[in-house]
């Protein structure tokens, strides 16, 4: 904004390349700023994981739901108040569970460093309030392992669908071929999972929304995703191996520029 426009304006034009990981990006450099030096590729989060095709122990038995708390999400809300977050959260899964009476639900912190974002702390109240809300223990699973990524991966990859206040655990779910939908605290998830994957019906704003919208969006959305589960699936399936693709490409692109250096 203001002065600041022209200023990075100017610093970008001397990088030999931007890479842009996803469309709305992109366009802003080019656009926006008139930039020649970038060139569009795609989040890196699209790739197979080193490990990926190891043994699945890691995945849970029969049908479950994920669910990815965010220690970050609800200090970029548009309500910035935590225990409403939870409250929402809970609902979701008391709504979860009650509708699914044959499932489990697995809570998956996604980051655990550093302290003030350890997802680890919004998933142990959102279990002490499932517990509190009369929530079978043994239907719930909390993952406190330190895990590694493809292990976290596999997690997603077996469940029914993921709910996530975390952008690339969205992405690891809809590479998988499973569904998701994001809480989302930037535009990121717009380019990303919106107009790369057509996956904007499935993105809430938090900074546009009370959490009691939030919630109801949420349930909404739940509704419309679980309906059309299927043809979802197909569409975004359809689009990974394009992602992959571009994701390659841009490493491919940096390879090529580390080389004439």
Not at 203 to 220: A, C, G, N
Not at 236 to 241: L, R, T
């Amino acid at each position: 904004y203001s002065w600041r426009k022209p200023v990075v304006k100017q610093l970008l034009k001397t990088i030999t390349q931007i890479i842009a990981r996803g469309p709305i990006t992109y366009k802003y450099l080019t656009d926006e700023l008139g930039l020649t030096n970038a060139s569009l590729a795609a989040n890196l989060a699209f790739l197979p994981l080193a490990r990926e095709n190891e043994s699945q122990e890691t995945k849970l038995s029969g049908e479950y739901f994920t669910i990815v708390p965010s220690e970050l999400v609800w200090k970029y809300a548009r309500e910035k108040n935590r225990t409403a977050y939870i409250r929402a959260l809970t609902d979701v899964a008391v709504h979860i569970l009650e509708h699914f009476p044959c499932s489990k639900l697995l809570i998956l912190p996604h980051v655990l460093t550093p302290d003030t974002n350890d997802d680890t702390l919004a998933g142990r109240d959102l279990l002490l309030s499932l517990k509190r809300r009369g929530i079978e223990p043994l239907r719930i699973v909390f993952e406190e392992r330190q895990l590694l990524p493809f292990q976290a991966r596999q997690l997603l990859a077996g469940s029914r669908m993921v709910f996530t206040g975390r952008m690339h655990a969205a992405i690891s779910s809809f590479t998988c071929g499973v569904p998701a939908i994001s809480l989302s605290y930037s535009r990121k998830y717009w380019g990303i999972i919106g107009e790369y994957l057509g996956m904007n019906n499935y993105i809430i704003d938090v900074r546009e929304h009370t959490w009691d919208e939030i919630e109801k969006l949420s349930l909404q959305k739940l509704t419309m995703m679980l309906e059309s589960y299927e043809n979802i699936q197909k569409e975004i399936m359809e689009k990974i191996p394009e992602m992959q693709k571009k994701a390659y490409e841009g490493i491919q692109q940096v390879a090529e520029l580390l080389v004439k250096l």
